[in-house]
């Protein structure tokens, strides 16, 4: 298992911590719940979410995407250290 801590301010429509599990689908391809954790928007607090890492890799192994989709060219711009407009700002490093 790994656990991942998460947190976010409280507030109303602040945001609220969350997370899901990879696993969309089971053996029989039904689509599950995959929610390990959803904090409401104002409860304070620290929240663990584990994750079955084992389940996950089994589960990538056998599911129907897997990385089928994927476009790795579209993640450049993700990577790109340049900073471009409306995104510069004043004394950053460019």
């Not at 029989?28 to 389940?55: P, R």
């Amino acid at each position: 298992m790994v656990a991942v801590a998460m947190a976010n301010p409280n507030g109303d429509n602040a945001g609220c911590s969350c997370a899901f599990s990879p696993i969309c689908w089971d053996r029989n391809g039904k689509c599950v719940d995959n929610t390990v954790l959803l904090a409401d928007d104002n409860t304070e607090g620290i929240f663990y979410a584990e994750f079955d890492m084992e389940a996950i890799r089994e589960y990538r192994n056998r599911e129907m995407l897997g990385n089928t989709f994927r476009k790795v060219e579209a993640y450049n711009q993700l990577l790109s250290k340049e900073i471009k407009e409306p995104f510069i700002r004043e004394g950053q490093n460019r």
